[in-house]
């Protein structure tokens, strides 16, 4: 059984925060709210607090006493819970920014850029660490990769690859995967197929090989988004191999499958090493600078589209590991537990079209917590509504428990 660890900021601490460096030197009334105060915002100034205010403890690893690997609740241990929990997000806003305590605290110390935030926990309730699930669900899963990939083509998007990522300048790994996916789905004859077997073949050999020589330049050679983008481009050509049916192509698949989940490994691993630096302010040199990196200054765009990578990153590892899981489970029966990772499933934050849109869905109360777990994801079918649950955890839930449960779970909360 997980166990939720929970701690919240007491609010005496809230009570005890000092004015902000703005207010005390103007001898103001200060409104003592993080990122930045009300008199701050109105009047467009850098809003600063002395060293001595309080701050989120840091998330402590428990287990429990059965010895079971814990899966800790980040948005509990960050003071977060859920906006469902907090009664008084509403009674708390900064005028015309439309930002809640609840949110104001997730700004403040956003749990997806700590470095417990990327913890996987491996452990796994089978003593042979073996899993299978119900074809239904698997195939389910293959074939929504595949509309999701037909999404990404024509919108720019889908829910593991997110529009903020690249804009429209796809980096080449993935411009080879957009004309190969591209060429495989066209309708019409046969041989439009094969040839992009054959250019899915080719290039995913290519972007090995390349991979290759990277490593021997030294780890420091790719960045994080460059490591996303090589691990989404060969997703789309495990996609195409393993479940075509051609031979030649899944011989080739099957030979990149172990790669695939190195790459999503390595992924973490890069993205670990990048908050790390951003929590140790003489390495955040490191973090190659960009429109999309894994840190923030506090404010709600650059919160966002830390979210955005971060996610992407998160979701683009779950999608590398189910893909196979699917396949070595429809081939032999079972598949390794690849572990469990937090990522959000509440809806609307995914397709938010701006800053402002996202945090208001990170502020709305719904069933769904702001994080969510691989492991115990199926507690949604009994403990939350399919509306609050995002097209990206619908189709995980199917994984899992098989489309007939789903099916029914959303019957039964359409008739409530």
Same mark, same amino acid.
């Given at each position: 059984?997980?166990?939720?660890?929970?701690?919240?900021?007491?609010?005496?601490?809230?009570?005890?925060?000092?004015?902000?460096?703005?207010?005390?030197?103007?001898? +103001?009334? !200060?409104?003592?709210?993080?990122?930045? !105060?009300?008199?701050?915002?109105?009047?467009? /100034?850098?809003?600063?607090?002395?060293?001595?205010?309080?701050?989120?403890?840091?998330?402590?690893?428990?287990?429990?006493?059965?010895?079971?690997?814990?899966?800790?609740?980040?948005?509990?241990? $960050?003071?977060?819970?859920? @906006?469902?929990?907090?009664?008084?997000?509403?009674?708390?806003?900064?005028?015309?920014?439309?930002?809640? +305590?609840?949110?104001?605290?997730?700004?403040?110390?956003?749990?997806?850029?700590?470095?417990?935030? =990327?913890?996987?926990?491996?452990?796994?309730?089978?003593?042979?660490?073996?899993?299978?699930?119900?074809?239904?669900?698997?195939?389910?899963?293959?074939?929504?990769? #595949?509309?999701?990939?037909? *999404?990404?083509?024509?919108?720019?998007?889908?829910?593991?690859?997110?529009?903020?990522?690249?804009?429209?300048?796809?980096?080449?790994?993935?411009?080879?995967?957009?004309? @190969? =996916?591209?060429?495989?789905?066209?309708?019409?004859?046969?041989?439009?197929?094969? /040839?992009?077997?054959?250019?899915?073949?080719?290039?995913?050999?290519?972007?090995?090989?390349?991979?290759?020589?990277?490593?021997?330049?030294?780890?420091?050679?790719?960045?994080?988004?460059?490591?996303?983008?090589?691990?989404?481009?060969?997703?789309?050509?495990?996609?195409?191999?393993?479940?075509?049916?051609?031979? +030649?192509?899944?011989?080739?698949?099957?030979?990149?499958?172990?790669?695939?989940?190195?790459?999503?490994?390595?992924?973490?691993?890069?993205?670990?090493?990048?908050?790390?630096?951003?929590?140790?302010?003489? #390495?955040?040199?490191?973090?190659?600078?960009?429109?999309?990196?894994?840190?923030?200054?506090?404010?709600?765009?650059?919160?966002?589209?830390?979210?955005?990578?971060?996610?992407?990153?998160? #979701?683009? =590892?779950?999608?590398?590991?189910?893909?196979?899981?699917?396949?070595?489970?429809?081939? *032999?029966?079972?598949?390794?537990?690849?572990?469990?990772?937090?990522?959000?499933?509440?809806?609307?934050?995914?397709?938010?079209?701006?800053?402002?849109?996202?945090?208001?869905?990170? *502020?709305?109360?719904?069933?769904?917590?702001?994080?969510?777990?691989? #492991?115990?994801?199926?507690?949604?079918?009994?403990?939350?509504?399919?509306?609050?649950?995002?097209? $990206?955890?619908?189709?995980?839930?199917?994984?899992? !428990?098989?489309?007939?449960?789903?099916?029914? =779970?959303?019957?039964?909360?359409?008739?409530?």
């Amino acid at each position: 059984m997980s166990i939720h660890v929970v701690r919240k900021i007491s609010e005496d601490a809230q009570i005890k925060r000092p004015a902000c460096v703005a207010c005390s030197k103007a001898k +103001r009334r !200060c409104t003592k709210q993080a990122p930045a !105060c009300h008199r701050c915002r109105t009047k467009r /100034i850098r809003c600063e607090y002395p060293s001595s205010r309080v701050l989120l403890s840091p998330p402590l690893a428990t287990s429990s006493a059965s010895g079971e690997s814990a899966q800790v609740d980040l948005g509990a241990v $960050f003071g977060l819970g859920d @906006a469902t929990e907090d009664s008084d997000a509403t009674a708390d806003q900064i005028p015309g920014d439309g930002i809640d +305590r609840f949110g104001a605290r997730f700004l403040e110390s956003p749990w997806f850029l700590s470095v417990s935030g =990327w913890e996987i926990d491996k452990s796994c309730t089978n003593s042979d660490n073996s899993i299978t699930y119900m074809d239904s669900g698997l195939d389910f899963f293959v074939d929504q990769l #595949r509309l999701w990939l037909d *999404q990404w083509t024509t919108d720019n998007h889908c829910p593991f690859i997110h529009s903020r990522l690249y804009g429209d300048e796809l980096p080449c790994p993935l411009q080879h995967a957009y004309a @190969a =996916w591209l060429t495989y789905r066209s309708p019409g004859a046969i041989k439009k197929r094969r /040839i992009a077997l054959q250019m899915g073949i080719d290039w995913s050999r290519n972007t090995v090989e390349e991979q290759s020589i990277y490593d021997g330049l030294g780890k420091e050679s790719i960045n994080t988004l460059h490591h996303l983008c090589r691990t989404q481009a060969l997703i789309v050509f495990q996609l195409m191999g393993l479940f075509d049916g051609d031979i +030649r192509a899944r011989a080739q698949a099957e030979d990149t499958s172990s790669t695939v989940v190195k790459w999503a490994d390595a992924l973490i691993q890069s993205a670990v090493a990048d908050v790390t630096a951003h929590h140790h302010p003489g #390495r955040s040199d490191q973090i190659v600078p960009g429109p999309m990196a894994l840190r923030s200054d506090g404010s709600l765009d650059s919160t966002w589209k830390a979210w955005a990578l971060s996610e992407s990153i998160r #979701r683009t =590892w779950i999608v590398a590991n189910l893909l196979e899981a699917a396949f070595l489970i429809q081939k *032999q029966g079972y598949a390794s537990w690849p572990g469990s990772i937090g990522f959000t499933g509440k809806s609307g934050m995914w397709n938010a079209s701006s800053p402002h849109a996202w945090l208001k869905s990170v *502020q709305a109360k719904t069933t769904t917590n702001l994080v969510v777990f691989c #492991r115990g994801l199926d507690k949604l079918l009994t403990n939350g509504k399919p509306p609050d649950v995002d097209e $990206f955890s619908q189709a995980l839930l199917t994984y899992g !428990c098989g489309r007939e449960a789903v099916v029914d =779970w959303l019957a039964s909360q359409s008739q409530v």
